[in-house]
Structures are given as structure tokens and as C-alpha cells.
């Protein structure tokens, strides 16, 4: 089935761990998105990647790093892990033509105590 | 800054009508989406508007109007499984999408 699959779908995670999350997309899109929602906030933007090999900051990148070695995958790497990371965590991609939708993973449902 | 402001929450009976608002203020325009998200769910895509005017796509219409910096989302014949989330996004003059908290729809028999 295509479509964007995340892993793990939810996890809890000490203070000052390393984690990464997973993204892997079948559609062979060229842009692809990290995000997280937060209860009364809009999806907030964290790293980007417009095509395999790049990667851009968004609006909340720091704590975070991410890697784009091919078109399918984009891991987000939370290098040592902050309480106020606690958030879930969606994934997204798009095709890079016409009105570029944002098509979204099922999420990530991260707990750092 | 750049902002997106949607009421928090609202309530409709099934069957009926409802319009659900967004404004916006952002470093340029490239277009504005409403996405629908159920609890526990990712977003999934409605609608997309970068002219003026209005979009219909069988229940659900969206209107922009560039020069008011607003948009409407309409849903009609409402139905109990229309009871989610929306939300509205700007995508900006660096083609990046900037997000509304999102209105909280409850549709009540």
C-alpha cells in the first residue's frame, strides 16, 4: 500500500537519551517534512528536506538533526532527549509539482520523562 | 509575525451547515489548505485555494479571498463522522507551510 509508514508509533524515553524516529515513503516523492503537534499549537515545522541528499531548518530545529541519503527514508534523530521534546511527531511528503500537498505519516507519540 | 488564527472550537448539529474561519498574516502567499484530522490521526488533505474565489468538492467547499487575508471552509449535510479537527495552512513566500492551531468541530445528533 503506498503511502508514508513511521516508527516506532509511540514511545517513552529518559532524559538525555538518543532516539530516532523513522519516516519511509513508497511514492517517490521529492520533499519530505518533520513536524510536531502540541496540544493548542499549530504542526510546527522542524527540518525539511526538498530532494535526496539536502536538508533544510524549519521553525523548531534545535535538538533535532535529520539525514536524506535517498528518496525514501528521513530520519529525525533527537541527539539527547529534553522533556519539552515530548510531542507527537508526524512525518510528511510531497511530490514537488503542481499544488505540492503534504501527504502525512500516522505519527510518532513520543513521552520524555 | 506570521499568524493563522481559526476559533478553537465549535459545535454543530447533524445534518446542518457550518463555517469554520481562518485568517492569516504571512510573508507572502502561495496558497492556503484545510486539512481534516480525527483524534489520534494524521492529517489528511480537503482542499487547496491559491485563487480567489470558491472551491466546491462534493460536501466540502473552501473560499479565499487574497485581498481580506481569509478563508472559509464549508461543510454541509453534516455527519457524525465530520466530528474532527480542520486545519487551515498558508504556504508562504518560501513555499513553507505555516499552520493554524486548528478548530475542534463537534457535530451533535
Known amino acids: 500500500i503506498a503511502g508514508i509508514t513511521q516508527a516506532p508509533t509511540s514511545q517513552i524515553l529518559a532524559a538525555g537519551r538518543r532516539m530516532t524516529l523513522r519516516c519511509t515513503q513508497d511514492m517517490r516523492h521529492n520533499a519530505m517534512y518533520w513536524y510536531r503537534q502540541d496540544l493548542g ?3 510546527r515545522l522542524i ?6 541528499g539536502t536538508t533544510g531548518k524549519g521553525e523548531v530545529p534545535d535538538g533535532y538533526s535529520v539525514s536524506r541519503a535517498n528518496t525514501d527514508d528521513f530520519p ?5 532527549a529534553v522533556p519539552s521534546q515530548t510531542s507527537v511527531y508526524f512525518c510528511a511528503s510531497s511530490d ?3 499544488s505540492e500537498t503534504q501527504y ?3 505519527g510518532t507519540r513520543l513521552l520524555v520523562l | 509575525g506570521q499568524n ?13 451547515i457550518v463555517q469554520i474561519n481562518c485568517t492569516y498574516q504571512t510573508s507572502g502567499f502561495n496558497g492556503l489548505f484545510w486539512y481534516q484530522q480525527h483524534a489520534g490521526e494524521a492529517p ?3 482542499s487547496y485555494n491559491v485563487l480567489d ?3 466546491e468538492k462534493g460536501r466540502f467547499s473552501s473560499f479565499l479571498s487574497r485581498s481580506k487575508g481569509y478563508s472559509y471552509l464549508l461543510l454541509k449535510e453534516l455527519q457524525m463522522k465530520d466530528s474532527a479537527s480542520y486545519l487551515c495552512a498558508v504556504r508562504d513566500s518560501n513555499y513553507q507551510l505555516i499552520w493554524g492551531a486548528g478548530t475542534k468541530l463537534i457535530i451533535k445528533p
Request: hydrophobic content about 35%; charged content about 15%.
Open chain 1, 47 to 52: 527540518h525539511y528536506s526538498n530532494t535526496a
Open chain 1, 104 to 106: 502525512f505519516g500516522p
Open chain 1, 96 to 98: 514537488g509539482e503542481g
Open chain 1, 76 to 80: 529525525l534523530t533527537l541527539a539527547s
Open chain 1, 41 to 43: 499549537l499549530g504542526l
Open chain 2, 4 to 16: 493563522i488564527d481559526q476559533p478553537t472550537e465549535m459545535t454543530a448539529t447533524e445534518g446542518a
Open chain 2, 44 to 46: 489528511t488533505f480537503l
Open chain 2, 53 to 55: 474565489g470558491l472551491e
